[in-house]
Each structure stands twice: as structure tokens, then as C-alpha cells.
């Protein structure tokens, strides 16, 4: 799309990407967005968070970070944190567009691994992923419920 400027991040689009991402889970997260522009700012000169501009408004967004080393890995990773586009804009490869971009500017960082999640309830996301590029990890996430005792770990 010709009129389709991705661009990085400013921290004026705080308001947009709160409205976006409310629009897709059903509620906002003013504080969640508050503190990831503030992280994506004062990391240490490596911006790659994006934003989707299409006539003006801001049609989607991609919040990403680079990590030297996560998990027990030496070598570099980018993940993607939180990734949105406006449902008024579906269909229009706004979403390919930002991917496109974020994998041009970690390429010039010399990273050569994006890293995300997905819930397994967002098939539609799953999917936009898999068409991506985007494979399963080979690795598992784990969680630990912290109010759960060990009582109440059924061990083996």
C-alpha cells in the first residue's frame, strides 16, 4: 500500500495503541501500555517498536525488544511483545507491512531470531504467524500459579 508509513514509535501514540488494543481484547490496559513505552524508550538506543500509519491514524503497532541473551542463550533475540492492528484495517496488510519492517531493522541489528507468544484461544493470530514464517519453539513456556501451595501440586 502506497499510503501505508511504518514508522517508529513516538511516545504520542500511547492513546492509539491503548484504543487499538482495547478494541481487539475487550478492555484497556492504560498502565500495561504506560510501562512498555517507557521500557521501549529507555532501552539502550536500540529501538525497533513500531507503528502503522495509513491516512493519518494509526492503523497497527508492533512493541519489541532486544534481549543479548535470554533463557540460558548467548546469542542475541528480538521479541515481540504485543502486536495489534486496528479491525477496521484488517485486509490490508498492515500487519505483513510491520513484520516486514521489524525484520528489516533487526537484520541491520545483526539479529537473526524473533521471538513471540500466542495464546492458544487466538486461532486468527496463530494463523497470521504461521503464514509469517513464525514455527513453534522448540521449548516449552511454563507457568506456576504462586497462590497454588504445594499441597495443591499433584507430584509425581
Known amino acids: 500500500m502506497d499510503d501505508l ?10 492513546e492509539a495503541l491503548v484504543r487499538i488494543d482495547a478494541r481487539i481484547i475487550g478492555r484497556r490496559r492504560d498502565e500495561f501500555f504506560r510501562v ?13 517498536s ?7 491514524l494509526v492503523a497497527g503497532f508492533v512493541l519489541a525488544r532486544v534481549y543479548y541473551g535470554e533463557f540460558g542463550m548467548a546469542e542475541p533475540a528480538a521479541v515481540l511483545d504485543v502486536f495489534g492492528v486496528h479491525p477496521d484495517f484488517r485486509g490490508r496488510h498492515v500487519g ?17 531470531r524473533l521471538q513471540t507468544e500466542v495464546g492458544w484461544d487466538s486461532p486468527d493470530l496463530i494463523t497470521f504467524f504461521h503464514h509469517e514464517g ?22 509425581p
Open 5 to 14: 508509513l511504518i514508522r517508529n514509535l513516538q511516545p504520542a501514540d500511547q
Open 36 to 48: 512498555k513505552l517507557r521500557q521501549a524508550a529507555a532501552d539502550t538506543g536500540v529501538a525497533v
Open 134 to 155: 513464525f514455527v513453534p519453539a522448540p521449548r516449552l513456556c511454563l507457568d506456576l500459579d504462586l497462590r497454588a501451595t504445594r499441597e495443591d501440586v499433584a507430584l
Open 96 to 112: 505483513a507491512a510491520l513484520l516486514r519492517q521489524l525484520r528489516t531493522n533487526l537484520a541491520g541489528l545483526g539479529i537473526r
Open 50 to 56: 513500531l507503528v502503522a500509519d495509513l491516512d493519518g
